[in-house]
């Protein structure tokens, strides 16, 4: 059964904080099934929950209901179970760039010698050669956030979750980042759970993107991005890109007013 | 009145900046940016050397015309004659060392005791609240007007000395260590327990690295106020120390003596102080922030 289940499963999870005004509903309740290997985005405005979905996935808060599966296991409130990329790179100023890399194999008890040994290789192979015992502050926000990123993939999960990662990068960097992203991606086979604001962002990495209203949180459309891999950075000038584009930047703008339904494609 | 003026002043400025053309140009000269010549460095040392010898002749020849009083302000010719005796035939070395003991000892005790307990505080949210208000109290207390009372508890050996020197220090690092944990990022904890860490791991591999700066900065503080500590142990109550000496030249109007022991004093004081300096550096080569 474990095996066809899908990677991750939100079943349902809802999010309720209790303010002094009365009660704030975070996330009405979610549903979103992500196949291994796939690489779906989240999309919305601000304050749709796309963070408060990420910290229920791992483990860090705890849903007001519904269960998140993760390969068929209940994982609800768990922690540890996936990589998680938060906004910000916190990579430990005191480190070096490979010891901030292995901290997640660190904690996991693996001997510091064997994870360098692991570590060293993906640094090379992913442009950080040359950067591997520099201390964080010498480096570019780009180069901050590959080590980031790394640090995430190296923390061995199939599941990652990468919350804005190219938010704060100028738009060259973040192009550069993306393909980049591409070939992690490509190279590793993990299952990715993208958040972003930049829509063209989320179409061109995506497989499936998932467009979130607020208040409540939820999502109000589920579209599949069926263009052929790998993409180039012409395909965003092509008809069917522009049309997703253009469905997505609508659904954002009117924001729940005009309700989808849900998985159209499915 | 006031609120009038700038409010005048205010739509003047304001005036000023929609007719920009209508501004004179200054009058007179043309003003040029100061520049100021950096003396040779034989030059600087030669004033302060001369600043030195000037001042000390001056104090000589007061002190041998009658214009200044010996008797209250001593001259340099008895005190270098005393430093010799008390380097000699005193208790220099006994003196030194027993200040410089009570001082380091209560240093490292101070030091370490507080950042200790001021990291503790990371451990638990309800633990810190029910603590803090104490350590504020603690903060406020002048802790040398405890001076006495720790004399009659712990006697007037070494110990007392180290516990006065304890009580300056330790506050200070609790306080400091503690804005460390404060000043954490939350987002910081996130990442580590998103990665499956223990408690254990967080507080060992982000807390203590985390505060680390913290603590050591308050180091060179912290060495001084060991000292100052340890100095008011001695002179509320003593056999050893430099504290003592000071305190017992000036009973038996030995001036000479004062000044000797307040110039050993301060050497002290700057050997230590750029010992801590320097393992400061150390660290901080260490730490990397």
Redesign the interface.
């Given at each position: 059964m474990p095996s066809s289940a899908p990677k991750l499963c939100v079943d349902d999870v809802s999010m309720t904080f209790k303010t002094p005004t009365g009660v704030f509903h975070a996330l009405a309740p979610v549903t979103l099934s992500i196949p291994q290997g796939r690489f779906v985005s989240l999309i919305g405005p601000s304050g749709c929950g796309k963070s408060t979905i990420f910290?229920i996935i791992?483990?860090?808060l705890e849903p007001t209901g519904g269960r998140v599966m993760i390969d068929g296991i209940d994982a609800t409130g768990t922690?540890?179970?996936?990589?998680?990329m938060?906004q910000?790179d916190?990579l430990?100023?005191?480190r070096t760039v490979l010891d901030n890399t292995i901290?997640?194999m660190?904690?996991?008890g693996v001997r510091l010698r064997e994870a360098r040994s692991r570590a060293l290789p993906l640094l090379h192979r992913y442009g950080l050669s040359g950067f591997e015992y520099l201390?964080p502050n010498s480096l570019s926000g780009g180069m901050r956030q590959r080590a980031a990123l790394l640090r995430t993939l190296l923390?061995d999960t199939d599941l990652i979750l990468l919350d804005e990662p190219f938010g704060a990068l100028d738009a060259q960097t973040k192009l550069q980042m993306q393909e980049w992203l591409m070939r992690l991606w490509s190279d590793f086979g993990k299952t990715v759970l993208f958040v972003t604001h930049d829509v063209e962002e989320a179409i061109y990495l995506s497989d499936e993107v998932h467009v979130m209203g607020t208040r409540p949180g939820r999502i109000i459309a589920t579209i599949p991005i069926a263009l052929p891999r790998p993409r180039l950075r012409t395909s965003a000038l092509t008809p069917d890109f522009v049309a997703i584009k253009e469905r997505c930047l609508k659904l954002l703008t009117v924001d729940g007013t005009a309700q989808e339904t849900v998985n159209q494609a499915a | 009145m006031a609120v009038q003026d700038s409010s005048t002043l205010g739509e003047m400025a304001r005036l000023e900046l929609t007719q920009p053309a209508s501004i004179p140009a200054p009058a007179g000269p043309a003003r040029r940016l100061p520049v100021q010549k950096d003396w040779p460095t034989w030059a600087l040392i030669t004033a302060q050397v001369g600043i030195l010898v000037g001042g000390l002749s001056l104090w000589e020849i007061g002190a041998r015309t009658g214009w200044i009083d010996a008797f209250f302000w001593s001259q340099p010719s008895a005190i270098a004659h005393t430093l010799s005796i008390f380097f000699t035939t005193g208790d220099a070395w006994t003196d030194i060392s027993f200040t410089f003991r009570s001082t380091i000892f209560g240093f490292i005790i101070g030091t370490t005791a507080g950042s200790l307990l001021g990291l503790s505080f990371w451990w638990s949210r309800n633990y810190a609240a029910v603590v803090q208000p104490y350590v504020i109290c603690l903060e406020s207390i002048p802790k040398l007007a405890l001076a006495p009372l720790i004399i009659l508890v712990f006697g007037i050996g070494l110990v007392s000395k180290v516990a006065v020197a304890t009580a300056l220090t330790l506050v200070v690092s609790t306080l400091t260590a503690y804005a460390g944990v404060k000043a954490l990022d939350p987002d910081g904890e996130k990442l580590f327990y998103s990665l499956g860490a223990s408690r254990l791991q967080v507080f060992r591999k982000l807390v203590v690295p985390f505060c680390l700066p913290w603590i050591i900065s308050v180091l060179r503080v912290n060495i001084g106020l060991a000292l100052t500590g340890a100095i008011v142990g001695e002179f509320i109550a003593s056999q050893h120390g430099l504290g003592r000496a000071i305190l017992y030249a000036g009973q038996t109007y030995d001036i000479a003596l004062v000044w000797v022991a307040v110039l050993v004093l301060s050497t002290l004081a700057m050997v230590m102080y750029a010992a801590v300096s320097w393992l400061e550096s150390v660290l901080r080569k260490g730490v990397r922030q």
């Open positions: 910290n791992a483990g860090l922690i540890g179970r996936v990589g998680y938060l910000k916190l430990l100023p005191w901290l997640g660190e904690i996991q201390y923390f | -």
